[in-house]
């Protein structure tokens, strides 16, 4: 690394000679110069190139007509992922340089670097929190190449996961209300994305459902705000029982079911505006039937959740319990649990239409929350 990042530099020696010199380097100048030079020599990583900025920096700070102080900044930076700063840098030294050799060169290198800062940005702007279709928050970390996609509680469905008994002790299945942690690794190729991904270990009453991980797949679609990952999972049976005499509740067994091909998409990432309010049956619901149970998921049916008297929620008119049919006229039975949340969040100040239903009554009002800043 060392070799070739020096070569860079050997432009600085002959430019310190060149007629585009305007005049010789002030002697403290020039001693930045080649102490820059001794610390990319030296170079074994980031932190050594940093320096070796610092130093030709300095070289400017002292005399901005020093072209090859410029140049030679602008190579590091380049190096450091710096691209903005760079293309300043390069376009500094041009100025001082217009005749030099390799104005076409360096003219051509600020076209690129003007591209890979467009493709920096746009990674950059997807960080944040996004949303899948199930209503799971995920944080979007971007360090250049690599994405690192967490979901810390994630809500395990009866489609992922079986929580059951014994029928002679209870009947039908039970909801996993444990959460685990679902993550992905990514590498991003332009839109293109691959990496693994991991959920972690949870225990289901007295049962351990395992770790599991694997490859995965996707792809941004910026156009529509989204991304799309498919990766396979192990569906799991949890089968437990409780003792009849002493009360206490014992696994019997882990059964793995088969596997799931999952598709999921997220919408991303999430503005800072939210109308922040308490809601039921989002990600919870009961079963209708003789049997009917509590199920993990969206049921169709959303409520409010504690609306406080002296709370803007309820002097904008929303009460406790109302039912929420429509999200500025987009009828909630008819959306995912992603698309609900999705369409609370905007930009701060905007509003939110929601028709709800009083407790009590069977007339539907029109209720216009206002966004307020949460991050």
């Known amino acids: 690394m060392r070799t070739k990042i020096s070569r860079l530099f050997f432009l600085m020696l002959l430019l310190a000679a060149s007629p585009v010199m305007a005049a010789a380097p002030s002697p403290e100048a020039r001693r930045h110069m080649v102490r820059g030079i001794a610390a990319v020599e030296m170079a074994k990583g980031d932190a050594d190139l940093a320096l070796a900025a610092d130093e030709f920096r300095s070289a400017t700070n002292l005399d901005s007509t020093l072209a090859a102080a ?49 493709q920096v940005t746009k990674s950059k702007a997807r960080e944040g929190f996004w949303i899948a279709s199930d209503g799971t928050y995920y944080l979007l970390k971007d360090a250049g190449k690599r994405i690192t996609l967490v979901a810390n509680e994630h809500r395990i469905s009866d489609n992922e996961a079986i929580s059951t008994t014994n029928p002679s002790t209870y009947v039908g299945d ?6 685990e942690q679902l993550s992905f690794n990514l590498d991003a190729t332009s839109s293109k994305l691959a990496g693994t991904w991991t959920h972690t ?14 490859d995965v797949t996707g792809e941004f679609r910026d156009a529509e705000g989204a991304m799309v990952l498919r990766y396979v999972r192990t569906k799991f049976r949890a089968l437990w029982n409780i003792n009849l005499f002493t009360s206490e509740r014992y696994c019997v067994n882990v059964t793995p079911l088969k596997k799931l091909e999952v598709e999921t998409t997220l919408r991303g990432p999430v503005p800072n505006g939210n109308i922040s309010i308490p809601t039921k049956g989002l990600h919870l619901y009961v079963e209708k039937g003789l049997f009917g149970g509590y199920k993990i998921g969206w049921g169709g049916d959303l409520k409010a959740g504690e609306i406080p008297q002296n709370s803007a929620h309820y002097a904008a008119g929303l009460r406790t319990d109302d039912a929420i049919l429509a999200i500025d006229g987009n009828e909630v039975k008819k959306l995912s649990a992603g698309d609900i949340e999705w369409r609370l969040w905007g930009k701060v100040g905007t509003e939110v239409e929601l028709t709800v239903v009083h407790k009590g009554s069977s007339d539907p009002v029109s209720v216009r929350l206002k966004r307020i800043q949460i991050f």
Request: with cysteine; proline share 3%; glycine share 4%.
């Open 201 to 214: 270990a949870i225990t289901v009453q007295t049962c351990s459902l395992p770790e599991e991980s694997g």
């Open 70 to 118: 410029w140049y030679n900044l602008g190579a590091v930076q380049v190096k450091l992922g710096q691209f903005d700063a760079a293309i300043q840098s390069y376009k500094s030294y041009l100025k001082l340089a217009p005749n030099a050799q390799d104005t076409q060169k360096i003219e051509d290198e600020i076209i690129k670097l003007e591209f890979r800062q467009e």
């Open 174 to 179: 039970h909801a996993i209300f444990e959460k």
